[in-house]
Nanobody, 123 residues
Framework: QVHLVESGGGLVQAGGSLRLSCAAS????????MGWFRQAPGKEREFVAA????????YYTDSVKGRFTISRDNAKNTVYLQMNSLKPEDTAVYYC????????????????WGQGTQVTVSS
């Protein structure tokens, strides 16, 4: 069982930056792949970024490549999402996800999920 708690969301102007954090419980964090998803009002939840258990592999959806960076600190049981050059279309609730299988994290299936943190980007 993995318990995930996101933090770091807020209101920011377009072009600004935010860093989301996801703290995970459990001694198996370092063996789990992690990811970030988001859900905008009226839309389905979508994949944003994922990172392998070692941090050696990262994946991003095209719309955030070059602007967002996912990273992890296994000593702190925490995964981060650094978001730069934010746009109004990045406005959404951002969810942390975890799974032993990286492919499942990316697919959004059978993941552990956090409760979400709101990110609002004003124009």
């Amino acid at each position: 069982q993995v318990h995930l708690v996101e933090s770091g969301g807020g209101l920011v102007q377009a072009g600004g930056s935010l860093r989301l954090s996801c703290a995970a419980s459990g001694r198996t964090f370092s063996s789990y792949a992690m990811g970030w998803f988001r859900q905008a009002p009226g839309k389905e939840r979508e994949f944003v970024a994922a990172i392998s258990w070692s941090g050696g592999s990262t994946y991003y959806t095209d719309s955030v490549k070059g602007r967002f960076t996912i990273s992890r600190d296994n000593a702190k049981n925490t995964v981060y999402l650094q978001m730069n050059s934010l746009k109004p279309e990045d406005t959404a609730v951002y969810y942390c996800a975890s799974n032993a299988d990286l492919r499942s994290v990316i697919a959004g299936t059978r993941n552990y999920w956090g409760q979400g943190t709101q990110v609002t980007v004003s124009s």
